[in-house]
């Protein structure tokens, strides 16, 4: 059993930072992959990205390329996700995820494990 807990979303303007962290429980944790997701108001949910934690290999949508990096630090059990040069359109309730690894997929599907989410908000 995994639990997840995000913090780290607020208010920002656009062009502004925000590191948003998951907290997560369960003595395995490299062993999973990982994942962030957002849902905007009236949108879907979509993959943001993804992380293998036993090796460090990434996948990103390609609206957050070169503006969000995805990390792990397995010591403390913790996921990242620092969002740079933050948009509008980059307004959400971020979610992180988890699952089993190896397969690093961005198919919300495929995760069992949810945090309850973190607003983000970015003003022009």
């Known amino acids: 059993q995994v639990q997840l807990v995000e913090s780290g979303g607020g208010l920002v303007q656009a062009g502004g930072s925000l590191r948003l962290s998951c907290a997560a429980s369960?003595?395995?944790?490299?062993?999973?992959?990982m994942g962030w997701f957002r849902r905007a108001p009236g949108k879907e949910r979509e993959s943001v990205a993804a992380i293998r934690l036993d090796g460090g290999r990434t996948v990103y949508a390609d609206s957050v390329k070169g503006r969000f990096t995805i990390s792990g630090d397995n010591a403390k059990n913790t996921l990242y996700l620092q969002m740079n040069s933050l948009q509008v359109e980059d307004t959400a309730v971020y979610y992180c995820a988890a699952r089993p690894g190896p397969l690093l997929l961005t198919n919300a599907n495929a995760y069992g494990y949810w945090g309850q989410g973190t607003q983000v908000t970015v003003s022009s």
């Open positions: 369960g003595r395995t944790f490299n062993s999973y992959v």
